[in-house]
């Protein structure tokens, strides 16, 4: 049975079922397993014959069982891949990993959907509702809201600010009703976040009410994401030109590049990472300095990325054992800005036929510049270019073709509940 370890006290462990509940450890720091499991080589033998579902049961089972039955785990987990995540071919050398087809056209949806069936696992049998809060300023809501949409035992409410996330988004979880409330905020996203913290830390919630989070820190959302990285491999062990691969992610919070990094641990036989990032560029000036800066975040058009102090990161460290040198042999940082990523939309758009969204464009762009010839590159297509028509529709200079599944969100009718930026306010409703 694995157990869990908090980054800031390695000697304290604790249970599967604990370390999704709480999310955050008490002691601040992150979970992480206790031990990094590895697959023997039959596994990869035949993996490019295996499906999505087939692959995830196999790298996920060390992680979650016998705490949760092998015959429920697996269930899970084909509820929670239940859509395609094929490897596009853009250019030469260069693929496409295309993470949004998804219920909400984002990576997250993976995450959101597979912690969303373990809480609920962890839920039954307590005759209490789980509560989760989570403060979005667009993609995070959408992606749990809909990825626990119905979810046995669990009642979501979403924080937003109101009037600073955008009306595709919005739409993504306001239309939604059943077990899912989105509470609008008179405030910002920084007043959403710091009511769900006050909410946590309140003695009266917690006496009455079961509550957590669903946010990117929980381990049953990163660990999940690995998947995918096993996935694209078996995909272009089909092709045969499974050796050689690169693998460029698009990063915020490091979350994704974390899951893909404890694959290589766990024997996934890739040649190394590329993280890419905006102007919010912490981690690559870590990478060549050997210090870590965080530093407020800065807006882009690559906002699910605008993150200055990656949470994750210190995941990455534990991982690597604070090695700076270790870490830069097995990482390199690359960042880019709102006009790079622009013409490079444009570009891709033009020359190979290929829409990217803001996110997947300062991948592709870092393997552009980076990629050795005799290589394989792919980099995470994080989310549909259609999330973000404001910024790629001027720069292909015509509309984005929107997939049905986001127009039958464009059509559902919003419903909110307005409440001011306060705690007070927050608990009135959660206590009715
Ligand atoms: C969240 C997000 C990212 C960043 O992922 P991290 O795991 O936080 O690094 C990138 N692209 C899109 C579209 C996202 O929603």
């Known amino acids: 049975m694995m157990q869990y370890y908090s980054t800031n006290s390695p000697d304290t462990k604790v249970s599967l079922k604990e370390a999704v509940l709480r999310g955050l450890a ?55 891949l239940n859509f395609d995540i094929p490897t596009v071919k853009v250019n030469n050398n ?42 979005t300023s667009g993609d995070t809501g959408s992606a749990v809201a809909n990825g626990f949409y119905k979810v046995p035992g669990i009642k979501v409410q979403v924080l937003y600010p109101k009037g600073m996330v955008s009306q ?18 008179e405030g910002t996203f920084d007043e ?21 989070s669903a946010n990117s820190i929980n381990l049953a959302r990163l660990l999940p994401q690995s998947v995918y990285y096993y996935y694209a491999y078996a995909q272009m062990q089909k092709a045969g030109i499974a050796d050689d ?42 990478l060549q300095t050997g210090n870590y800066v965080p530093a407020p975040s800065k807006s882009t058009v690559a906002n699910a990325m605008d993150v200055g102090d990656p949470s994750n990161f210190v995941r990455i460290l534990d991982i690597f054992a604070s090695d700076h040198n270790l870490v830069k042999s097995k990482i390199e ?13 444009r570009r ?35 989310a549909h270019p259609a999330k973000f028509p404001e910024v790629i529709e001027p720069a292909i200079g015509r509309k984005v073709d929107v997939p049905l599944r986001l127009q039958a969100f464009m059509k559902g009718e919003a419903k909110n509940i307005a409440i001011k930026a306060n705690l007070y306010e927050l608990k009135r409703f959660l206590l009715k």
């Open 94 to 135: 260069i693929y496409a990993l295309e993470l949004f087809h998804g219920p909400t056209l984002a990576f997250k949806d993976v995450g959101a959907r597979f912690m969303a069936r373990i809480l609920s696992y962890f839920a039954k049998g307590r005759n209490e509702e789980i509560n989760v809060l989570v403060a």
């Open 348 to 382: 891709v758009d033009k020359s190979f036929d290929y829409v990217l969204d803001p996110h997947g464009a300062t991948g592709y762009l870092a393997l552009e510049k980076i990629l050795l010839n005799d290589q394989i590159g792919i980099f995470l297509e994080t």
């Open 333 to 345: 940082g690359i960042a880019f800005t709102d006009d790079e990523i622009k013409a490079g939309v």
């Open 26 to 80: 008490p002691d601040k720091g992150l979970y992480m397993p206790e031990t990094i499991p590895t697959l023997d080589a039959s596994f990869f033998a035949n993996i490019g014959q295996k499906s999505l579902p087939e692959i995830g049961f196999e790298v996920l089972k060390p992680f979650f069982c016998p705490d949760i039955p092998e015959e429920t785990f697996k269930t899970i987990v084909q509820e929670s």
């Open 192 to 212: 959403c976040q710091r009511m769900v913290k006050e909410a946590f830390m309140d003695t009266e919630l917690n006496e009455k009410l079961v509550l957590t």
């Open 168 to 185: 595709v988004q919005e739409k993504q979880f306001t239309t939604l009703g059943h077990n899912i409330t989105s509470l609008e905020v």
């Open 245 to 286: 691969i690169v693998f460029c992610v698009p990063s915020g919070n490091f979350g994704n590049i974390t899951a893909g990094l404890l694959t290589q641990a766990m024997g996934l036989p890739i040649k190394r990472f590329i993280a890419a990032t905006n102007i919010n560029d912490i981690v690559p000036q870590y």
